[in-house]
């Protein structure tokens, strides 16, 4: 295993999931991993499910709709509305669940990405508010806290693959 700080952080009290992540990559790329759909749709789902977006507008207001899809084909869709982006640093995003004709089900939870680069690594720190307890504990039951370590991985082993291009 490599030394690259990642810390996970679930605290009930504030509702609130926090996590820090160190990848060896410069912060283009890693920005690119998370707002471009076409790379993120390689790497945030934990396998064996896989992501699909159905459109991704990344822009103040744009919004992505996407699925996360089982092995068998079932299909879990949420989506993504950007509310406000500092390009390379900073963006905030709402996020719901969803059916599949976009019908957003709240309460959802706000998500603020913050992302610097030192010594050609790359930190991405993370702050996930959801609007109620209920919300949160259902993301905990549906394995969030394992399917996101997951995701890191995936992402850490896509970022060595595309560093090498």
Known sequence: MNNLLFDFTVDKATKTVTIHREFDAELSLVWDAFTKAEILDQWVAPKPWSSKTKYQDFKVGGKRFYAMVSPEGQERWAIQEYTSINPKTNFKMFNAFADENENPQLP???????????????TVH???????????????????TEGYKASMINLENLLATLSKK
């Open 108 to 122: 959802g939870s706000d998500w603020d990405y913050t992302f610097s680069e030192q010594d050609g690594k790359t």
């Open 126 to 144: 993370i702050s996930i508010y959801n609007e109620s307890f209920e919300r949160m504990e259902r993301m905990l039951e549906m394995g969030f």
